[in-house]
Each structure stands twice: as C-alpha cells, then as structure tokens.
C-alpha cells in the first residue's frame, strides 16, 4: 500500500539522518474506503492524489506548530504492507481524518517511492497559510481563503537520491 507521510524539512532531515521514518507510530495518508467515498471516484491515481493532498494538508498543520521550520511542505510516498497501515477508528467520523492511517513502527526511508515538496516560490504562500491556519479552523472565511492559497501550489517530485539537494 502507497502511504503519505506528512513532515517538514528538519523532520525529512531527521529521517535522513536516521534512515528511517520514525519513531512509530506515524500518521500518514493513503486510499481509504473512506477516502474512496469522499472523493467519489474510482481512478486510483486522482485517489492517490487526493490522498497526497491530504497528507500536505497535515503537513502545513506541522509547519504552523514548528515556527523555525522553512515553510515548504514535505510528503514522503512510502510502501508499505497492507497490514502496517491501519485507519484510526477513534476519528472515523472526523471529516479531517479522511484517509489518515497509523503506521506502527518506524518505516525504512529505503521504502520510499519519492519525496514531494513546495517549490521555493510558494514560501510566501505557505508562510501565510501557516499563519492563518487557527483563524481558519475558527471559522474565519478569510483566513481559509489564504489557507487555500497554499493548496494552489502543487507539490514537486523528488526522487530519493534528491533529498540532500532538498535539505542543502
């Protein structure tokens, strides 16, 4: 199963580091049956792509907690087995955990199809974002419009080999 890891770039630095995605357990993203219903459609590539949105979606939540961390966001697509990936049962009705599963333990980086992240031109839409994320989750119209604006941009491809020039 293709899961979406969610992180920022010290934590892709940490996991390159180590090796390794981790400590577990690890929230990812991945083609749920209820992300299938949600988005309402049966190609697995716009399924897989909705699952990558929301992975960046959490992403952003981890910038807007990390104030130091440069503002791209990072998804790391990662195999893993069917059985490692479980859907939180505890959110199943929490329309922000759409897709979200649990990886219970540490995930080799070796497993790793690729890496996405922002481009550096979306760094001041990104740093918005983040900003205005609480005011959104408040209700504030306003602030999801700039939160949205983020979203605008579409994550780059990576390959693995290409995280020291994402980190230098």
């Known amino acids: 199963m293709r899961v979406y890891v969610p992180l920022t770039l010290p934590g892709l630095a940490q996991a390159h580091k180590a090796g390794e995605l981790g400590p577990g357990p690890l929230t990812a993203y991945a083609v749920t049956p209820a992300l299938r219903e949600w988005y309402v459609s049966d190609d697995i590539e716009e399924l897989e792509y909705a699952a990558l949105n929301r992975a960046a979606s959490a992403s952003l ?7 130091e961390a440069p503002r791209r966001r990072v998804v790391v697509a990662v195999d893993v087995a069917d059985k490692d990936a ?3 049962p505890d959110r199943g009705l929490d329309a922000g955990s759409i897709g979200e599963v649990r990886i219970a333990g540490a995930v080799p980086l070796a ?3 690729a890496v996405h992240a922002d481009a550096d031109d979306a760094e001041a839409d990104v740093t918005a974002a983040a900003d205005a994320l609480g005011a959104a989750d408040q209700g504030d119209d306003d602030a999801q419009f700039v939160v949205d604006g983020a979203e605008d941009h579409e994550l780059l491809w990576f390959g693995v080999q290409e995280i020291p020039g ?3």
Request: without cysteine; charged residues 25%; aromatic residues 0%.
């Open 61 to 67: 939540r981890l910038l807007a907690g990390d104030p």
């Open 86 to 88: 479980t859907v939180d």
């Open 111 to 113: 497993k790793a199809a």
């Open 166 to 168: 994402l980190l230098g």
